[in-house]
């Protein structure tokens, strides 16, 4: 029997009734009185330098407000870790850059200002290939610039030779990892308004206080300045963290002198929603004739596109983080982010993990049947295990990783059905295995401190209202956090309700990037109510005219322990409102990540406070006359701690998974040089209902000491082995090496 309340349970989401009813209020949805509607014009060139703009036309369009240009926009670069954005470009580096943008009462004023706009351009050598573009000879996608190299790691731990000497087998291979669109409903948006030198941003974004450090270095502003209030968002995935949206609203509403909505079509958001960023990624691996991995070599050459954003930080963690996950000893990594005259790519789900885990675990199988032994004993006999301090300095308080794997093999009655011969029809049976970790927050994304506020409330008829700095995205945030809530004051789940975050209400968080919102919001939640809780005592104290200390709380009561007198939260609260002369209570929680550093210039410390980890299963039937592959079955065993809410939890690994089998199989960006050729959701292939095939899960008994209750994330966990699982179970079935995806039918039929 569960020791909690609510804690673990399935309760319905906060905010889906809303959603059912169309009461919710999406970006989109957004109306302030004297608004005006937004449209940009975009190059049409890869590279292109803008010699005349002639807006004269277009201001003589009756409903047109005003024009934005390179020149009469703030020339000041900006950026998330490097300084290569403007609000608005002379020099557009890929095809959908922004040049000019446009306010009119009307978007569709707007849209026909645009046409109406004479841009007379200068065509520029173009370069679409990272490895070419790292040629000194090479086109400069940023004129400014001295190379296209916009990133570079550099790390090498243990001995990397004597690693392969110590080796029975070493392998060597090159995978190729493509974009991914993120693929949600709702395309970005975002609504600005100023007022006194300050700017209001409504938008469906992921992180207020990196927007905040986006603009206050835009603008030169102070962070005070900014105010972000998050709308209902359709989805994010990564897409939503900095969007090209807000710096386009707020340069036209301070120009207006009006608020100024913009709404992208779906062309437009594939063109700026920073996708998943494309990895060429060669590895050599050694492992001894008992399946101990011995060495690890990596080269990795990432297609960043024109400008870096997030693209940075996720080569960072596509250099180091799959190294958690087993006991490697000696790793040699190079790895370098290269601009291309191609949209730009970035932070979605999984953050540089999925591709480097895929080269990982396919290595695994490949080099299982190099020395004739099962892959999974091969995991095992080198898994991370508890305790464990790993070669970059990170501490594994708590891991159940051998766990996992061992129920993922009883779960898929592994031994049997992989050497049990399996055909129906054409098609062949094949069972695949991989493997993963990911993080629970990392300090790296807020190398000042990574923290998070929330605020309980608590009225006098004992409703309780939260603020939290960290937002909502859909996974279920206020959900969980509103249970933890309840759990922690013995309230009903009802009682509580979680407001939107408004940033001149409580302090921004991080948000929702690298699986940090349960941990820390849901940590600075106890705080909160605990906190509160000591203000209800001193209100009961007061009252019964006694010592704080004699006074206990039990079961939503305030009892007296000499007495025996029990008050309900209504009559305290009441009283504490007359007690401090009109405050109501409120409890303030805090939280700063524990037992973590910065990883210093050789890339070394402890950058989480815990690690889920998981491995999946996946069953396939490969067609052997046409390639395809049919995904029958995929099993997911986590360790990600204490769950919070199970709905949820079971909602985040569906829909991990359903993204990882998209990245595996259809997805994909198809380009004829600088041009993308699928940008709709007619000609970009992303998975249906009918496409998701039968999904078992399952967690291993893990209690982390730094999560809320014990919990740790799942979010982006989910997918990071997917695609990993499905290469592994088509080998099984065909022999054949899946060395790139989307997983090629004609690539199996050779």
């Keep these: 029997m569960s020791k909690f309340q609510y804690v673990g349970k399935r309760v319905p989401f906060k905010g889906s009734y809303e959603k059912a009813q169309g009461k919710a209020l999406f970006g989109a949805d957004v109306r302030i009185p004297g608004m005006l509607q937004a449209c940009v014009l975009r190059s049409p060139y890869p590279h292109a330098r803008v010699k005349s703009i002639d807006i004269s036309k277009a201001l003589k369009l009756p409903g047109v407000i005003t024009i934005a240009t390179p020149w009469n926009t703030p020339t000041t670069k900006f950026g998330i870790v490097k300084n290569d954005e403007q609000f608005l470009t002379d020099e557009a580096k890929y095809i959908g850059d922004e040049i000019v943008a446009i306010a009119a009462v009307e978007r569709d004023i707007a849209c026909k200002a645009v ?30 610039f001295t190379s296209n190299l916009c990133h570079h790691v550099e790390i090498e731990r243990g001995d990397i030779f004597t690693g392969f000497n110590d080796a029975d087998a070493n392998l060597e291979k090159t995978f190729k990892l493509p974009f991914q669109y993120q693929a949600y409903l709702e395309p970005q948006t975002a609504t600005a308004m100023w007022s006194d030198n300050s700017l209001t941003i409504w938008a469906p974004g992921q992180s207020a206080k990196h927007l905040s450090d986006w603009f206050s270095s835009a603008y030169l502003l102070p962070k005070d300045n900014f105010r972000f209030i998050q709308t209902c968002v359709g989805g994010a995935f990564g897409g939503k963290n900095y969007m090209r949206v807000v710096p386009i609203v707020s340069v036209l509403a301070k120009m207006a002198d009006a608020p100024v909505q913009f709404v992208l079509d779906r062309e437009e958001d594939f063109l700026t929603s920073q996708p998943r960023v494309p990895m060429t990624i060669n590895i050599k691996m050694g492992i001894t004739r008992n399946g101990i991995i011995t060495a690890k070599e990596t080269n990795i050459i990432a297609d960043n596109g024109a400008y870096a954003f997030l693209a940075p930080g996720v080569l960072e963690v596509a250099s180091v983080r799959v190294d958690t996950l087993y006991r490697f000893k000696n790793i040699k990594t190079k790895a370098s982010l290269v601009y291309t005259n191609k949209l730009a790519a970035g932070g979605m789900r999984g953050f540089g993990n999925p591709q480097s885990h895929f080269a990982v675990e396919v290595m695994i199988d490949l080099l299982a049947n190099e020395l004739n032994i099962d892959p999974s004993e091969i995991r095992l006999k080198n898994a991370a295990q508890v305790g464990d301090e790993n070669i970059h300095g990170y501490r594994l308080a708590s891991c159940e990783l051998q766990s996992t794997i061992e129920l993922a093999k009883i779960k898929s009655r592994w031994e049997e059905n992989r050497t049990k011969s399996k055909k129906r029809g054409n098609k062949k049976y094949g069972i695949g295995m991989a493997s993963s970790v990911h993080v629970s927050g990392s300090v790296m994304a807020c190398p000042e401190g990574d923290g998070s506020s929330v605020m309980v409330q608590i009225l006098e008829n004992g409703r309780i209202i939260v603020f939290t700095g960290e937002g909502e995205l859909g996974q279920g945030a206020k959900s969980v956090i509103a249970q933890i809530v309840a759990e922690e004051l013995c309230v009903s789940y009802d009682q509580v309700s979680v407001e939107d975050l408004d940033t001149n209400i409580i302090q921004g968080g991080a948000g929702a990037q690298g699986s940090r919102v349960t941990v820390y919001a849901g940590n600075s939640a106890i705080l909160a109510s605990k906190d509160a809780v000591l203000k209800l005592k001193e209100s009961a104290a007061d009252i019964w005219n006694c010592n704080v200390k004699d006074v206990i709380f039990r079961n939503a009561k305030l009892i007296n322990v000499i007495t025996e007198s029990e008050l309900d939260f209504s009559t305290v609260s009441k009283h504490y409102i007359h007690m401090t002369g009109g405050s109501r209570v409120i409890g303030q929680g805090m939280f700063s990540a524990k037992n973590v550093e910065i990883a210093n210039e050789i890339r070394y410390g402890n950058i989480s406070m815990s690690y889920p980890f998981a ?37 985040q690994v569906e829909g991990g998974i359903a993204q990882g089998l998209g990245y595996a199989l259809f997805e994909d960006f198809i380009f004829d040089k600088g041009t993308l050729l699928n940008p709709n959701f007619t000609d970009y292939n992303v998975l249906t209902i009918k496409d998701v095939p039968e999904i078992k ?11 809320p209750f014990g919990a740790k994330s799942v979010g982006e966990l989910a997918l990071v082995s ?3 699982a499905i290469a592994n179970a088509v080998y099984n079935a065909t022999g054949k090496e899946i060395v790139g995806l989307p997983i090629d039918p004609f690539e199996i039929l050779k």
């Excluded at 046409?115 to 996608?141: G, K, R, T, W």
């Excluded at 399952?698 to 999560?707: E, H, K, V």
Aim: negative net charge.
């Design 722 to 724: 997917t695609a990993a």
């Design 615 to 651: 491995t999946q299963v996946a069953e396939v039937f490969v067609d052997v006359n046409t390639g395809k592959v049919e995904i029958l079955r995929i099993i997911a065993v986590l360790d990600v701690g204490q769950i919070i809410n199970l709905d949820a939890f079971e909602g």
């Design 697 to 707: 899960i399952y967690t291993t008994d893990s209690i982390d000491p730094y999560g």
């Design 115 to 144: 046409e109406l706009v004479d841009v007379d351009y200068e065509l520029l050598d173009s370069v679409y290939d990272p490895i070419e573009a790292l040629n000194c000879n090479s086109p400069l996608v940023h004129s400014d």
